[in-house]
């Protein structure tokens, strides 16, 4: 496994992920209210209220994953640094190559991954 391409894919992918965080905190830089308050003037039917509750936890929630992601993609690159990506972190075995393909931040072997 070439350490320098490998280190090229995590950053792409890195670059990707905080693109997608960086969007989706300018879409959520409004508050529920100031989503809502453009139709104050109008009767809002609490589902109305309900529905946009559970967008933004949505959204939310899927921010959560993202900054998730980040933190693995910077401990991929950190076991790039370190001559340690690639090795099952359970049995010291290397990880199949093409679980890190589909998986680049994998820290274990399928049959080491905790269940």
Known sequence: MDPEATRERLHAEQSRVEQLVDGLRTELGTSENDDISELA???????????ETFEREKDLSILEQLEAELV????????????????????????????????????????????
């Open 41 to 51: 003037d109008y009767d809002q039917h609490p589902a109305d209220t309900a529905t």
């Open 72 to 115: 693995e993609l910077q401990a991929a690159l950190a076991r790039v640094d370190e001559g340690t990506y690639g090795i099952d972190e359970v049995t010291g075995e290397p990880i199949d190559p093409d679980r890190l393909d589909a998986f680049p931040t994998a820290r274990t072997n399928i049959d080491g991954a905790p269940r």
